[in-house]
């Protein structure tokens, strides 16, 4: 399909905001051109076959309850949702042996889970914005079990960096995305339902419906608006591009790689320099049948350095699928091995409570998204500790014709695939609410 380099509008980033907004605004009649530095579409939402033809998200894959706008998404693209098993509570494990939910430091984690939940939602203290996560945690749990469990819980829940992440940052961004119970929860919370066919089925449907193909392999360097002129995006490869607006759904530490003439705004730059992509190692092992449900069930958090979840995500009638997230800092300790021996390293820990069994997947994906040049990191960015201006949602207000998108951007569940499409949603709308402004002065 001939590409041309003229559009009304330029989306910057072809993950679920901003497909969204490309979808939104050519429904409105608007010409689209959606430039991705990678050399796929999806973003931070990553989907992949197995080897036994089973779908799977090395991205962000749960339809959360309420998550209206996913929802909606995947049943226009046809695909099909079903509900994350679980046997209700997780099994915790540490020093290889099983530790019961009902053990006084178990017990004592959920009790100031409860409290902190109460708290973000009445009264988070201004002094907390210099207080880390790791550091509270260091201070307030009585014992090393307690402190290791809530440590996974929040770096699950976070993906962030415990040593740069404040406690007042994670408290305001609580009632935002439901409460701690609907972030941590399975059934019933953030992690309730799959799509058999992956978050794919909605990034191609998308894709497929502009009338532009989406430019992949498009690395922008600058974005240069001078009033009138409209505005340029110059690409790595020379190619520049022109618009009356542009949307960026990149996240805010990854603007590094982009020059914008003028330069941003103070707010913006800080915005910036105080924010840092998440932390997370994800990886899927795949099997002929889930055995596990022979026994206790998958639903696993391992306490042991590096510690890590594991989540059932077999489909109805699919093969096993084993998902394993090793969240925060710690995953940064399976950098430099393999991919094979992250494999042997990983499942050798679950042996003592899936068997013997559990070493030999048929099928093995995973993916460091920390890693990641394009993406930076997942699966939402967040503040340093002792900033204020990056708080979730960050600032999203438009800057002259540039506008912006982005999970970290959205008033409902940020960091989430459901914040993702709300912003994208918001920024088509004050594009098409300033265009038709323009048109109607111009009748006039």
């Known amino acids: 399909m001939a ?31 959606v430039l991705e530095a990678s ?10 076959t197995t080897k036994l033809g089973s779908h799977i998200d090395l991205g962000g894959q749960w339809i959360g309850h309420g998550h209206r706008r996913l929802t909606a998404l ?31 430091s178990a017990l004592v984690s959920l009790l100031y889970l409860a409290i902190f939940e109460v708290m973000s939602k009445v009264y988070v203290p201004r002094r ?38 404040s406690m007042y940052s994670y408290a305001k961004t609580i009632p935002l995305c439901g409460g701690l119970i609907d972030m941590m929860g399975t059934a019933g919370g953030a992690q309730d339902s ?38 340029k995006v110059g690409t790595a490869s020379g190619r520049q591009f022109h618009a009356s607006k542009v949307i960026v759904t990149v996240p805010p530490p990854m603007w590094k790689n982009i020059k914008f003439e003028p330069a941003l705004p103070a707010e913006r730059l800080a915005l910036q320099r105080n924010t840092r992509m998440g932390i997370v190692y994800k990886a899927f092992a795949i099997y002929e049948k889930p055995f596990w449900r022979d026994g206790l069930g998958a639903e696993i958090l391992v306490l042991d350095d590096p510690a890590f979840g594991v989540f059932d995500s077999t489909s109805p009638g699919g093969p096993g699928h084993l998902c394993i997230l090793v969240p925060g800092s710690p995953a940064h300790q399976l950098d430099n091995l393999s991919a094979g021996e992250r494999r042997d390293f990983l499942l050798s820990r679950l042996v003592p ?31 340093v500790t002792g900033s204020t201006e990056s708080i979730l949602p960050m600032p999203h207000g438009p800057i002259g014709n540039l ?12 960091g989430y695939i459901e914040g993702a499409i709300q912003s994208g949603e918001r920024a088509a709308q004050e594009i098409v609410r300033d265009l038709r402004q323009v048109r109607n002065g111009e009748e006039q």
């Open 3 to 33: 590409q041309g380099t003229r559009a009304e509008v330029i989306v910057i980033g072809a993950g679920l905001s901003g497909l969204t907004a490309a979808s939104e605004l050519q429904r409105q009649g608007i010409d689209v051109i």
């Open 39 to 48: 050399p796929t579409i999806g973003g931070r939402a990553k989907s992949t």
């Open 74 to 104: 995947i049943e226009k693209a046809g695909g099909t949702i079903y509900k994350t098993f679980t046997r209700g509570l997780p099994l915790i494990v540490r020093d290889r042996r099983t530790v019961s939910i009902f053990s006084p």
């Open 128 to 165: 907390w914005v210099a207080l880390t996560v790791d550091k509270a945690i260091e201070t307030m749990a009585p014992t090393q079990l307690a402190r290791q469990l809530l440590q996974l819980l929040v770096a699950i829940t976070s993906t962030a960096d415990l040593a740069n992440f």
């Open 194 to 231: 799959l799509i058999v066919e992956s978050t794919g089925i909605a990034t191609s449907m998308l894709a497929g419906e502009l009338s532009r193909e989406v430019l992949t392999d498009t690395f922008v360097t600058s974005v240069s608006q001078h009033g009138s002129e409209g505005i």
């Open 353 to 383: 409570h899936l068997g013997r069994r559990v070493l030999e997947p048929v099928d093995w994906h995973d993916k460091a998204w920390h890693l990641d040049e394009h993406c930076g990191g997942g699966y939402v960015a967040f503040p």
């Open 403 to 414: 506008h912006w998108a982005g999970t970290e951007t959205s008033t409902d569940h940020p």
